[in-house]
């Protein structure tokens, strides 16, 4: 059973920073991809970022210069580094991993975690 569990979240006034952690279990396979998901409630899911297996980084233009998103193969684990929070970045944040497969990409999900940022 393939399980992600995400930390770090929490409240931070406007212009402050957060670091989510996400690691994964119940394999010993590395994702193809993994990255950050958020959702707002009366909102669509938004991809927030996301690092492919060998370090390359996408990141949505609302956080760009502002996120980071690493990871550590050998902790299966990624990160997500949040500078000069916005209000507008309030949301819970779930972070996925990607397989691909013969039926296409397989995504697994953690439970999520909080952020909300003060205004």
């Known amino acids: 059973q393939v399980q992600l569990v995400e930390s770090g979240g929490g409240l931070v006034q406007a212009g402050g920073s957060l670091r989510l952690s996400c690691v994964a279990s119940g394999t010993i396979f590395s994702f193809n991809a993994m990255g950050w998901y958020r959702r707002a409630p009366g909102k669509q899911r938004e991809l927030v970022a996301e690092?492919?297996?060998?370090?390359?980084?996408n990141y949505a233009d609302s956080v760009k210069g502002r996120f980071t998103i690493s990871r550590d193969n050998a902790k299966n684990t990624v990160y997500l580094q949040m500078n000069s929070l916005k209000p507008e970045d309030t949301a819970v944040y779930y972070c996925h991993g990607r397989l691909d497969s013969g039926l296409g990409p397989r995504i697994y999900w953690g439970q999520g975690t909080q952020v909300a940022v003060s205004s």
């Open positions: 690092i492919t297996s060998g370090n390359s980084p």
